[in-house]
């Protein structure tokens, strides 16, 4: 099946062995229609602004940052908050559906959002600008199954940035998953009221989550279980100067296991 058709398709498809479903590329079929539809449901634009707070705009405004490329608009969360607070905002990300559906929902607060489809593994084809900041965000990065993908997407988001850029990548303590000092029914910190977000299965290479939302419907994702320090590795690999880890939004996160890990990486 083409990008298109997978994109427009009703009903996710891994096949008849889940678990083996360990592919960069199919992110595209996991984020179909229904799934995207309801992804605002999942993440609960409200309640994930306050447990936020004003985070990623303090850190923008800290680092000089105005221009900001969002990779993984999503649905736009971040993309209509960077531009309530008055950041220039270009919005990408590789699946038309998530982007018809952030154009939409900032179309209903009053914003214009500037959209690009690009994949990260190619970013830089179809974004031909610089950058102050580039935000990857809401547990992106693990889409990708690939080191390779993972060095060319840093190498990508690297270009885009000007000499003095920042990269703000965020992901979920799979260490504490991969290391079972949480308990696989959790329910993560951005996540609606109604709806249950669990691990399916975790091992060293995939991270299988299971949404389930109020009607019964449920849908899957197939993650490569980031470490945080491998994540921290990768980044200094591709060139990022300084990498300063947060967690839960906090820089010491010593006392309690957090949920997210929070990555700014310098250029300079
Ligand atoms: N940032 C949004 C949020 O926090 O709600 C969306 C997060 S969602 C977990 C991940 C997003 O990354 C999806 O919109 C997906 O299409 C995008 N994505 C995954 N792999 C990608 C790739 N290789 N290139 C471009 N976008 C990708």
Sequence with gaps: MNLQSQAQSTKQNYGSDPLEVRDTNHYQSEYIHPFVERWDQLIDWDGRAESEGDFFIRTLREHGARKVLDVATGTGFHSVRLLRAGFEVTSADGSPNMLAKAFANARKRDYLLRTAQAD?????????????????LGNSFTHLHEENDRRKAL?????????????????RNYDALLDHRVEPTHNFY???????????????????FRYEFPDEEVFHLNMF??????????LREVGFQRVTTYGDFQETYHD?????????????
């Design 155 to 171: 190498a990508e988001f690297y270009a885009t940035l000007k000499h003095d850029g920042i990269l703000i990548l965020d992901q």
């Design 120 to 136: 990260w593994r190619w970013l830089n084809r179809d974004i031909h600008d610089y950058y102050d900041a580039v935000i990857c």
């Design 225 to 234: 279980p980031l470490r945080k320090n491998y994540v921290r590795r990768l």
């Design 190 to 208: 951005y996540c609606g009221e109604n709806v249950r977000a669990t691990p399916e299965h975790v091992d060293e290479s995939l991270a299988r």
């Design 256 to 268: 309690s296991e957090p949920d997210f890990f929070i990555h700014v990486a310098e250029k300079r």
